[in-house]
């Protein structure tokens, strides 16, 4: 919870500092809330607050990830959306520089590296970012490209509308913010760990501890010693993979470990859940 206010007090304030100033749409609900207060001030004479339109245009994916991702996540990602949508209103508007491609790039490192946070610490900032948790940990999916693309979709009704030049930049934004994500966030990414050992006993239990994974052991021999040793094979997640070697040299410091990355896989894996 304690991430995810920060990341809700760093995505508020760069709307108000860089976001507006730069007149840009950073994707997902937010881009979408900033791009119908801009045609409602600019065409309709309207003040319509942030937070009202942020609400309303989360309240169906809230529903929706409520039934399929959990109650415990819903309720601290709209707990997010909430704090996230009144601080923007109440953070005065100071704009830090009026240099469009600084803001493009810096801004989107700063709004992926605040919805990365929401991440690590088991919560989503709302809107799109439902939808790459869905599949991250559901389909085990990596689909943050695809959501950048749909983002681009949108923005193409902002460059009509205010400008291409605008709806350029944001895009350049987004894809920082993207990008930022990818490496930030490595819960969805799998890897495959080889592990030749004299103590497969000592380095399962490791493996069990720090992944809840099971593994298989097969039976291995040294061509050059012709010594018979196992061979342990698992795959876990990027994230726990960093942890798990540095385990299992603690285990067996004789051990040899080969991990590899993992692009598709196909059967019952484990996802640890925090729901």
Known sequence: MGLGLISALIMAVNIKTLVRAGGLYPGGFNGITLLIQTICERFLNLQIPFTAVSLLLNAIPVIICFRAIGKKFTSTSA??????????????????????????????????????????????????????????????????????????????????????????????????????????????????????????????????EVTNHSATEFAATGCYSNKQRKMLYSVVSSSEAKVLVSRVQKADPEAFINVIKTDFLEGHFYQKVDY
């Not at 009026?98 to 690590?120: P, T, W, Y």
């Not at 088991?122 to 809107?127: D, E, F, L, Q, T």
């Not at 920082?176 to 030749?196: D, N, P, R």
């Open 79 to 208: 707990l997010i959306v909430i704090v996230t949508s009144v601080l923007t209103d109440l953070v005065p508007y100071h704009p830090i520089t009026d240099d469009i491609l600084l803001i493009s790039v810096f801004g989107g490192i700063i709004n992926g590296f605040a919805i990365s946070l929401c991440l690590i610490g088991g919560a989503s900032a709302g809107g799109t970012d439902f939808i790459g948790i869905y599949f991250a940990e559901k389909k085990n999916k990596d689909v943050w490209n695809f959501i950048l693309l749909g983002n681009a979709c949108v923005l193409t009704i902002a460059g009509v509308l205010f400008g291409w030049d605008k709806a350029l930049y944001s895009i350049i934004f987004q894809f920082a913010s993207t990008q930022m994500i990818h490496m930030l966030h490595t819960a969805y990414k799998k890897e495959t760990l080889f592990i030749v050992t004299d103590r497969p006993d000592d380095v399962y239990k490791e493996i069990y």
